[in-house]
């Protein structure tokens, strides 16, 4: 073999391979040292962009579940202030329906009015006050906002909570008065009540039908009206009802002049007959025999009396007809003693009266109607038009009479419902953001894992390698000091 002195080549290898050993042993220690697999983008350049972007992606999910604790916060207040509303609300509603019943005096009925403003100026204050950090939730502020929970853009989850003030919760709403039509002849006289065919009317853009079919012939009447659009438009909000209560003059006799009479009474779409019925028959007597043959074809009307008068009722609010026939042309019918706002009738063999109750619809939105077509029936229109709603809110609500009250309890009732549904609304939108959450961090956890297996130090594996790079150190550091021996023998060809 070729000795030299002046190069010694199998220390320089040596010595480069102890340079290698010792920079990877370094850099193992510094993994080991700090945790991280990758110290710098020379060591995985692919895998630290990856990495990277893992991490902002976990960073973006964990931003996002704060983004959706403090929207459920805000939403959790929320909802609790709509939920005293709502109490406030129920208040309101029993109140009405205490002062709708007429044994109250003025003064009770001016108390319960004094009550139910301290309920709606109570309202009014936690819709005005609701907030979070600064952010009015319920007086119609926080519309059209989004809660932005995802890593990318537009990932967001909309919300707008109504304004729940007392100025904006209430009913829209239609009220006709009811009407009562009489005259000489058949019932089918009355042609403002009773047509040869069926007919409709429109609310909310849906047909409605107007009238209840009683043989052969069609009665324009509130409840079947009501029913309608209590079964139809339901879904959308609509709550309708029509009351009937007829209180008549003081009662005589139902005809002047001798002899028996025959009435029919006509209720809905069912009808019965008093037959040889003595014209001067006492109020009690007519009132037992109302009241059986009503029952007997289950017809919706109850008779009583009070303080000498017929008072007849329609359970369900429908039209109440009475026909008369057996009279003389000289003999006055008192029409007026068996329906209320009727007019006695004489000149003729039969007389007839026919009373429409009242009729109520409301929604929690605007609604536009067509009942021009039976508005002669309906009669006098007080809320709204026969074209459009009315709004009222809570502040219209009066107490002081009957009709006041049964408003002010729809005006209530509708609100509520508003209110409610607001609460719905706020309670799915927290249950969207939490299963949201739930399903983002369950996304978190494996976003960082994934990013862990590529940024972070496998300790076993690192371990096993410093380990061998150690033992290179040493073993190069043997063979250096090898290699720096091999020149010394040269002086054995020198001797």
Do not use: C, W
Request: net charge negative; glycine share 8%.
């Amino acid at each position: 073999m070729a000795v030299r002195i002046n190069f010694n080549e199998a220390a320089a290898q040596t010595h480069t391979a102890l340079i290698r050993n010792e920079r990877a042993m370094n850099k193992s220690l510094l993994r080991l040292s700090t945790g991280l697999r990758i110290l710098s983008a020379a060591d995985d350049s692919a895998g630290l962009f990856i990495a990277d972007m893992l991490g902002t992606i976990a960073k973006a999910y964990d931003q996002g579940n704060k983004n959706i604790q403090t929207g459920i916060s805000a939403l959790q207040i929320a909802e609790s202030a709509a939920g005293q509303i709502y109490d406030k609300l129920q208040e309101i509603y029993v109140r009405t329906q205490n002062a709708a019943n007429d044994i109250n005096d003025p003064n009770a009925r001016s108390a319960l009015q004094q009550e139910i403003m301290n309920f709606v100026d109570a309202i009014q204050k936690i819709a005005n006050d609701t907030e979070y950090n600064g952010i009015k939730l319920l007086n119609g502020n926080f519309s059209d906002k989004y809660i932005h929970y995802g890593v990318r853009m537009e990932q967001t989850v909309y919300i707008s909570i109504s304004d729940v003030r007392a100025q904006n919760i209430g009913a829209h709403m239609i009220h006709s008065q009811g009407s009562v039509g009489s005259g000489t002849g058949a019932i089918t006289n009355l042609t403002n009540y009773v047509l040869t065919s069926g007919t409709t009317v429109a609310v909310g853009g849906r047909s409605i039908t107007a009238t209840y079919k009683n043989g052969s012939n069609y009665i324009i009447d509130a409840a079947k009206i009501a029913n309608e659009i209590n079964t139809k438009l339901y879904d959308v909000g609509f709550e309708a009802k029509a009351v009937n209560v007829s209180i008549a003059n003081e009662y005589n006799a139902i005809a002047s002049g001798t002899g028996t009479v025959s009435l029919t009474f006509y209720v809905g779409d069912k009808s019965f007959s008093l037959t040889n019925i003595d014209r001067t028959i006492t109020l009690t007597d007519l009132i037992e025999q109302i009241n059986r043959e009503a029952a007997t074809v289950g017809a919706n009307l109850t008779a009583k009396e009070d303080n000498g008068r017929l008072v007849l009722t329609a359970t369900n609010g429908e039209t109440i007809g009475v026909e008369v026939t057996g009279v003389g042309t000289s003999d006055t019918v008192n029409l007026d003693q068996l329906i209320q706002g009727a007019t006695a009738q004489s000149g003729a063999s039969s007389a007839a009266a026919i009373r429409v109750g009242e009729l109520f619809i409301a929604d929690d939105d605007s609604f536009s109607a067509d009942l021009s077509g039976i508005s002669s029936a309906l009669g006098t229109i007080d809320i709204g038009s026969t074209t459009a709603s009315e709004f009222k809110n809570l502040f219209a609500i009066d107490v002081t009479d009957n009709s006041g009250a049964e408003t002010g309890m729809m005006i209530a009732e509708i609100a509520m419902k508003k209110v409610d549904k607001v609460r719905a609304q706020i309670g799915a939108t927290m249950n969207n953001l939490q299963s949201i959450y739930d399903s983002q961090k369950t996304a978190y956890d494996n976003t960082k894992q994934a990013e862990s297996v590529i940024r972070n130090t496998d300790y076993a594996k690192e371990m096993a390698e410093f380990t061998t790079y150690q033992i290179r150190m040493q073993s190069t550091i043997a063979m250096l000091a090898q290699a720096n021996s091999l020149p010394q023998l040269v002086l054995q060809l020198l001797r």
